[in-house]
């Protein structure tokens, strides 16, 4: 089985907070991990990938990946009212085989 | 650089009727996708093709649907008869390279089907 767990949330933070959402995953052949977000009737954009264990960073964004314990988080730093959205994390197989998460709707209030 | 585009946008329709939605990925992009997505749920990836053959058809209900992508650009995806079920917000993905499981997908704006 290659299932990703989100907590659905709503998660919610204020301002200028650090919000942490995660994912955990089954299958121990997943090679490489993303971090969509989504507004609401929008489609999907990439804003992290990551390959390999340790953190990578990209601004605001921080992923972090755990391949031991099949776990990879997104830290958004200094949040922001138009950080609010879902964020979708997705776990690409050996075979190709994307799989998304729910997704974890997140709130940053003002 | 233009993203990927789909049509149409919306689409309401009675059940049992057929749909057809079209999608024309990134230029250059060998790889397109296929996903649904229900509300409040992940994508989930229907059928994936690189250049015009099929790579991974396995989730694709294939008594009701069908796609193609003839000549290797864009896709049509169709569905015959649609069923309530079939509600959801139809995604059409590419990526540049063969597909590999680093590939980054890159999303278009969806159709959002409605069956009544």
């Known amino acids: 089985q290659k299932e990703v767990e989100q907590n659905s949330g709503p998660l919610s933070v204020p301002e200028g907070a650090i919000a942490s959402l995660n994912c955990t995953y089954s299958?121990?052949?997943?090679?490489?991990f993303f971090w969509y977000r989504q507004y609401s009737g929008k489609s999907p954009e990439l804003i992290m990938s990551?390959?390999?264990?340790g953190d990578k960073e990209d601004g605001r964004f921080t992923a972090q990946l755990n391949k031991a314990s099949q776990y990879v988080s997104l830290l958004i730093r200094d949040s922001q009212p138009s950080d609010s959205a879902t964020y979708l994390c997705?776990?690409?197989?050996?075979?190709?085989?994307?799989?998304f998460g729910a997704g974890t709707r997140l709130t940053v209030k003002p | 650089e233009a993203g990927v585009a789909q049509s149409p946008r919306y689409k309401i329709i009675e059940k049992r009727q057929s749909v057809a939605f079209w999608c024309n990925p990134i230029?250059?992009?060998?790889?397109l996708y296929w996903y649904q997505q229900i509300l409040g749920q992940g994508p989930k990836l229907l059928i994936q093709?690189?250049?015009?053959?099929?790579?991974?058809d396995s989730q694709l209900p294939k008594d009701r649907f069908s796609a193609e992508r003839l000549k290797g650009v864009d896709s049509t995806l169709k569905i015959q008869p649609a069923k309530l079920e079939d509600s959801a917000v139809y995604l059409c993905?590419?990526?540049?390279?063969?597909?590999?499981?680093?590939?980054?997908?890159?999303f278009g704006p969806g159709t959002r089907l409605t069956v009544l």
């Open positions: 993905a590419s990526s540049l390279a063969a597909g590999g499981p680093s590939d980054e997908q890159f």
């Open positions: 299958d121990r052949g997943s090679q490489s």
């Open positions: 990551i390959y390999s264990n």
């Open positions: 997705a776990v690409n197989h050996e075979d190709n085989d994307m799989r």
């Open positions: 230029s250059g992009h060998a790889t």
């Open positions: 093709f690189q250049n015009n053959g099929v790579v991974d």
